[in-house]
């Protein structure tokens, strides 16, 4: 497959390698939508629905920290040594340098699946019972963040709320990079203080 260097850069000389750095974005949906589904299913058989509800929401919550977490502390963090320059490319100046490439915007499995059996572990071990929730409300936060990333970059987001999460997130990109940590909400900018600015140089 040929991509225009203008948008999708070749990254790796290996073109096993290369062929792996790109994902389709659909391809999250079709893995983790039936994981969700089994894990719920335990869930529902360990615990009462209320109870489910509860980790479920507490799960979201606890991702939308996470991917700001990920965002401003690991994906803008800015190393020194020619080896993390690099490392820093390949994990996500490579994003903000070519914006535009549609392969890379969701997170690959090989990338993704990892994290998530570490969380899932950590989840278990923590809460033994009610981890099958926890972690189906955590995969449905990741999801939800994969899908609104991949559509302020290339949909139209039409609706009031998208169009606030299109221009929240492009100011990220084209305005201030060092603000807007939160992509699919606004929640961990608001209370750490980051809020992207507007083209006036004022806060949102």
């Given at each position: ?22 994902i ?28 489910v ?10 991702w ?6 990920l ?19 390949l ?7 070519y ?8 997170m ?14 950590l ?6 019972i009610?981890h ?55 929640l ?8 992207p ?8």
């Amino acid at each position: 497959m040929k991509y225009d260097p203008k948008i999708s850069p070749r990254m790796f000389e290996s073109d096993f390698i290369e062929w792996f750095s790109h994902i389709h974005p659909a391809t999250p949906v079709v893995f983790w939508l039936p994981v969700i589904g089994v894990v719920l299913y335990n869930a529902f058989v360990a615990c009462s629905v209320g109870a489910v509800l509860l980790q479920i929401v507490s799960g979201v919550v606890l991702w939308t920290l996470t991917e700001y977490s990920l965002h401003r502390w690991v994906f803008h963090y800015e190393p020194r040594s020619t080896w993390g320059k690099r490392l820093h490319f390949l994990m996500h100046g490579v994003h903000h340098d070519y914006p535009r490439d549609a392969t890379r915007l969701v997170m690959p499995l090989a990338i993704s699946i990892p994290i998530g059996i570490v969380f899932y572990t950590l989840f278990g071990v923590l809460l033994p019972i009610s981890h099958f929730g926890l972690f189906a409300g955590f995969a449905l936060g990741y999801l939800s963040y994969d899908m609104i990333h991949y559509a302020t970059h290339h949909f139209a987001m039409t609706s009031k709320v998208g169009r606030y999460l299109k221009i929240y997130h492009m100011r990220h990109h084209f305005n201030d990079s060092h603000s807007g940590y939160g992509v699919s909400n606004p929640l961990w900018d608001i209370v750490f203080r980051t809020m992207p600015t507007n083209n006036q140089g004022k806060k949102e």
